[in-house]
């Protein structure tokens, strides 16, 4: 099959006009100009895409399917203590049912978002063989021992069991004020030992900041009575505490990073661990966080990605909307640079930079389509771009995006 389209952005280089992209079974085998493509594969079905853009498919870096249910249920709260106990008591009322649906519904409606690849967080792996498998997920289990540390490596090994029979998987210890240094410990042995990915969410709340360094706020009171042991409190912010547990040098998929004092960024400095950074922007403003500190985090060398967050604390699941909230924070980030949020650079967190994130020789067939004027340039139009896409494809497969 080939492919053509007025513009190919294969992130690889300037955007290819009157385009075409080869692909055969379920990897791209050639692009460049339409008609060197055709001259070079002729006899193959040709799908003319008009004067659309053909991108690669968008990756969402972090994402929790189980709350797409739950979309619209939570007013923004005065807390984020209040918005764990709000979520809590929600979760007690559904069922594995319920979570199955929400998982399906959330694969959907990002499939019309143009979302390929999805690293999604999930706190039941053993639903993941009844899920209608709508893109390419990679399925992290959100790992919590906050009431029964002693009981780490079980539950670790427990979710490992439900993962293997996964094509691309990962593990998730919670955060720092749910999970013991024990889980992420055994967390990191089982990484390197299966070459999978590691994500946390981390320093996302000012009183997260309290609870670690002062022992103080809201979380903390609300941790400690339900039996948290908050010895560890009160001497560190959340950044030096979780550093205490990891080795540097294994990489991890770092949710939020919201809350970093000067403190912090010198131990970043000193110890250069190896992150890759998830911004979740419109969630980000839901819960009304410090503003993220990004030209920091560039100037220390972190690939930085974008996430939609679940929808228990978000509108929908379109990557296009977050690219957009993230431009209107940050006006002189260039478009290209920020569509690098949501491909090469998650491609590279995933650990998969030379198959998935671009369209070039031997990368996964995860491609979409947009329409375009040309009135400017393609990266504006495309960061600008404000419905669901008109073409999708994953893994060779046309699917219909609606």
């Not at 923004?76 to 209040?82: L, V």
């Not at 593990?171 to 042995?189: I, N, Q, V, W």
């Not at 998969?352 to 329409?371: E, T």
């Not at 393609?378 to 008109?390: G, K, T, Y």
Request: net charge negative; aromatic share 8%.
């Amino acid at each position: 099959m080939i492919i053509r389209a007025g513009t190919v952005v294969t992130m690889d280089g300037p955007p290819i006009e009157n385009g075409g992209v080869a692909v055969s079974g379920s990897r791209i085998t050639n692009v460049g100009k339409f008609s060197e493509i055709s001259a070079t594969n002729s006899g193959e079905q040709i799908v003319d895409l008009g004067e659309q853009a053909l991108l690669p498919g968008l990756i969402n870096a972090h994402c929790h399917l189980d709350y797409t249910c739950l979309r619209g249920k939570i007013p923004p709260p005065k807390s984020f203590t209040e918005w764990i106990r709000a979520i809590n008591a929600e979760k007690a009322n559904l069922s594995p049912e319920d979570y199955v649906r929400s998982i399906n519904d959330g694969l959907a409606e990002a499939k019309r978002f143009g979302t390929t690849t999805i690293a999604n967080l999930t706190a039941f792996p053993e639903l993941i063989p009844r899920i209608e498998s709508l893109a390419r997920t990679w399925w992290f289990a959100e790992l919590i021992d906050i009431r029964e540390p002693s009981r780490a490596n079980e539950i670790v090994d427990a979710a490992l069991d439900k993962l293997k029979s996964t094509e691309h998987w990962g593990l998730a210890p919670h955060a720092p004020f749910t999970a013991s240094g024990k889980l992420y410990r055994r967390c990191e042995e089982i990484a390197r030992s299966e070459d999978v990915p590691l994500t946390t969410h981390l320093a996302e709340s000012r009183e997260e900041m309290s609870m670690f360094r002062d022992a103080s706020g809201p979380l903390y009171e609300f941790l400690k009575e339900i039996g948290r042991d908050m010895s560890d409190c009160g001497q560190e912010t959340p950044l030096a505490h979780f550093m205490r547990h990891i080795d540097f040098e294994d990489p991890w998929l770092i949710t939020h990073l919201n809350e970093l004092v000067k403190s912090d960024f010198d131990l970043i400095r000193r110890s250069k661990p190896n992150f890759h950074i998830i911004y979740c922007p419109r969630s980000h403003e839901y819960f009304g966080h410090s503003p993220f500190q990004f030209d920091k985090l560039c100037e220390h060398g972190f690939n930085v990605c974008l996430g939609t967050d679940s929808l228990a604390s978000n509108d929908d699941l379109s990557l296009f909307a977050e690219m957009r909230a993230f431009q209107k924070e940050f006006p002189k980030i260039p478009p290209d640079e920020i569509f690098r949020m949501v491909t090469s650079n998650p491609a590279l967190a995933l650990g998969k930079p030379h198959v998935l994130g671009r369209i070039g020789k031997n990368c996964w067939a995860d491609l979409i389509a947009v329409p375009i004027t040309g009135s400017t340039s393609a990266f504006e139009e495309i960061v600008a771009f404000d419905r669901v896409v008109s073409w999708l494809m994953i893994g060779g497969q046309v699917l219909n995006p609606a």
